[in-house]
Nanobody, 131 residues
Framework: QVHLVESGGGLVQAGGSLRLSCAAS????????MAWFRQAPGKEREFVAAISWSGGSTYHTAAVKGRFTISRDNAKNTVYLQMNSLKPEDTAVYYCAADGEEPELNIAQGHTMRPDEYEYWGQGTQVTVSS
């Protein structure tokens, strides 16, 4: 079992920045690839970014590439999402998730981007970007 707790959300003006954190406890953190997803009201949960178990590989969806950066600190069992140049359309609940099946990421077959491939989820943190 892996327990994930997100923090760092809040209200920010367009163009501003936030850093989300996700602290993990339980099973070995380095057994898992980690990802951030988001869900806006009335919309499906969508993939944002993922990072391999070592941090050596990352992948960001096109909508956030160049603005958001995923990273992890395995000594602190924590994954981060640095969000810069925020836009109103980034408003959503942001969730972190852990995937033990493909710890090196699997982009080519779409595994890493599918929410149902992730075994563990946090409770989410709200990010609201005002225009």
């Amino acid at each position: 079992q892996v327990h994930l707790v997100e923090s760092g959300g809040g209200l920010v003006q367009a163009g501003g920045s936030l850093r989300l954190s996700c602290a993990a406890s339980g099973r070995t953190f380095t057994s898992y690839a980690m990802a951030w997803f988001r869900q806006a009201p009335g919309k499906e949960r969508e993939f944002v970014a993922a990072i391999s178990w070592s941090g050596g590989s990352t992948y960001h969806t096109a909508a956030v590439k160049g603005r958001f950066t995923i990273s992890r600190d395995n000594a602190k069992n924590t994954v981060y999402l640095q969000m810069n140049s925020l836009k109103p359309e980034d408003t959503a609940v942001y969730y972190c998730a852990a995937d033990g099946e493909e710890p090196e990421l699997n982009i080519a077959q779409g595994h890493t981007m599918r929410p149902d491939e992730y075994e563990y989820w946090g409770q989410g943190t709200q990010v609201t970007v005002s225009s």
